[in-house]
């Protein structure tokens, strides 16, 4: 069984409220981490972005001029960006079903509904570092697999791949 | 026939047509797992780090409630007073956004029910149709939940504020989506 020793990994907090970055911050220094970058809109947060390379985004979705969705579509940019593999876990008072596809066709690998709690968080930093999704490239999409529930061996079935996979990537 | 490929770091692609799957080599993980004696590899120490380190900031939460409610406030009186055809509704919806995530935190359960409520409505409705009373209405109870300490779903006032909100809203929204569909009609037999 395995752990995440976030004081390993370097973040990235994006959201225009003060106070929630505050509170992020808080908890991420409480799982040990050292690294705890802070952008208060998607602007400064893009920039924020290529400047530090953060092992993962934590992002607000609602923020004004430049929101979290529009951040994750650049941020998803396979030829642009400096990341477009980079886990993004999207952090949002929003609950409705409309809204949790909108989030998962932008690109977002994880979401929390608020109000945010110690334990939440952990297991969606857990999620994107222990077992990230395959990553899904299209005419018209790039990111995480938006099929939750793929299982390796879904993969398999599509092509002869299995052993190649699972000795390269120590995963399957 | 399925193409494969290492394309560096041990992370490999599979084109199936028009759509390339492409797993990770697992990076991140070799950066920062580490085997663990916890039950279902949940971090139980970290969590609990971090849940005393929010308990620490708690001693702020309720000075921060207030920051959010009197932002609230300024955005709803800045909303009314402007001339209905230069109303922007964001600041607003903002307020009422923050509060209705950050209020369960700060303690107060009560006052992001309402606020989630006022969101919902300043979202689901045009600026133009949007009711002042009511929006006036979740403002005063989200002030009132908050003057008077009110944490508790038990406290009775509370129930019913809710209660009554609700019913409010639900008669609002349906006036609203009946004349839509009486306009939709109308434009129809024209």
Known sequence: ?172 | MIEQEIVGDGTVAQDFGDTRVIHMGGSLRAKAAVRSQDAGGVDEMSIAAADAAMKDLSGDFQNWMGDEVNRLIAAYENFRDAPPNERDVSPLFRAAHDIRGQAGVFGYPIAAEIAGSLSKLLDNIEPDYLPIQLISHHVDSVKAIYRNNIRDYANPVATQIIHNLRKAIDKVVQARQKAMMEELRFRRTV
Not at chain 1, 95 to 100: G, H, K, L, S, Y
Not at chain 1, 126 to 133: D, M, S
Request: one cysteine or more; glycine letters at 6%.
């Open chain 1, 1 to 172: 069984m395995f752990r995440v020793d976030c004081s390993r990994l370097r973040f990235l907090v994006i959201d225009d409220n003060g106070y929630m970055r505050r509170i992020i911050r808080t908890l991420l220094h409480g799982f040990g981490t050292r690294e705890v970058f802070e952008a208060e809109d998607g602007a400064a947060g893009l920039e924020s972005f290529a400047t530090h390379l953060p092992d993962v985004v934590i992002t607000d979705w609602s923020m004004p001029v430049f929101d979290g969705i529009e951040l994750t579509k650049m941020i998803r940019q396979p030829d642009t960006s400096p990341n477009p593999f980079v886990p993004i876990i999207m952090i949002t008072g929003y609950a409705e079903r409309n809204r949790v596809f909108e989030a998962r066709d932008a690109g977002v690998s994880e979401m929390l509904v608020k109000p945010i709690s110690a334990k939440g968080l952990y297991a969606r930093i857990a999620k994107v570092v222990l077992n990230p999704r395959p990553f899904i490239r299209t005419e018209h999409y790039f990111g995480p697999d938006r099929r939750h529930l793929v299982k390796a061996d879904q993969y398999k079935t599509r092509g002869a791949a299995s052993s190649f996979l699972s000795s390269a990537t120590g995963n399957a």
